[in-house]
């Protein structure tokens, strides 16, 4: 099983739509949480950190987490064509050594049609 | 304020040249990472410095050395290159383990 997995994609919402984002881990230890937006040929943008279970928002987007469930979510209200991109989850792992390195899922191509 | 600056943008290299990929970061960072990203593959670790004077290698090392020249700078070097290794190079750094990474640009790297 990989560390941290993404729901299989691509995505396609229509404009005005909530688009919603879902991924797991497999490591109880895993501490801190991240969404990526990356757009075809550019880096990784950081859009939402969660560190504690419940929700967090921030503009358009929710991210929520579930420790109990493995679970990290990202919600993407009143969607965009510029929110067409791939997003990436990430965790950070704890074991032993492996303290504070991030692990990426595959990500999540998304599009958005007007 | 520049963030993290990544040199080359774009290398094409032959089979068993070697090369180094530079990383500065300018924002007073302890820890910084190299990634590769290939199609399907998704962001792999290669190596990583939690702070200055360590490294340690990350998922798929093999190939692959680092420098941590000092707190600002984290070299990548590819000593026979191996179409194999032919990726889009990520560098990335954070003040410590648990927050966010921020990216340079990357390097898109061709090996023929």
């Known amino acids: 099983q990989k560390e941290v997995e993404q729901n299989s994609g691509p995505l396609s919402v229509p404009e005005g739509a909530i688009a919603s984002l879902n991924c797991t881990y497999s490591d109880r230890g895993s501490q801190s949480f991240f969404w990526y937006r990356q757009y075809s040929g550019k880096s990784p943008e950081l859009i939402m950190s969660i560190y504690s279970n419940g929700d967090k928002e921030d503009g358009r987007f929710t991210a929520q987490l579930n420790k109990a469930s493995q679970y990290v979510s990202l919600l993407i209200r009143d969607s965009q064509p510029s929110d067409s991109a791939t997003y990436l989850c990430a965790g950070t792992i704890y074991r032993g050594t492996s303290y504070g390195k991030l692990t990426f899922g595959q990500g999540t191509i998304l599009t958005v049609h007007p | 304020n520049a963030g993290v600056t990544q040199t080359p943008k774009f290398q094409v290299l032959k089979t068993g040249q070697s090369m180094t990929l530079q990383c500065a970061q300018d924002?007073?960072?302890?820890?910084m990472y190299w990634y590769r990203q290939d199609p399907g593959m998704g962001l792999r670790l290669i190596y990583y410095?939690?702070?200055?004077?360590?490294?340690d290698k990350g998922e798929v090392p093999n190939g692959y050395n680092v420098s941590r020249l000092n707190k600002r700078e984290f070299s990548l070097r590819l000593e026979s290159a191996a179409p194999s290794q032919t990726s889009v190079y990520f560098c990335a750094s954070n003040p410590r383990p648990y927050e966010p990474q921020h990216f340079g640009d990357g390097t898109r790297l061709s090996i023929l």
């Open positions: 410095s939690a702070s200055e004077g360590t490294t």
């Open positions: 924002m007073n960072h302890n820890s």
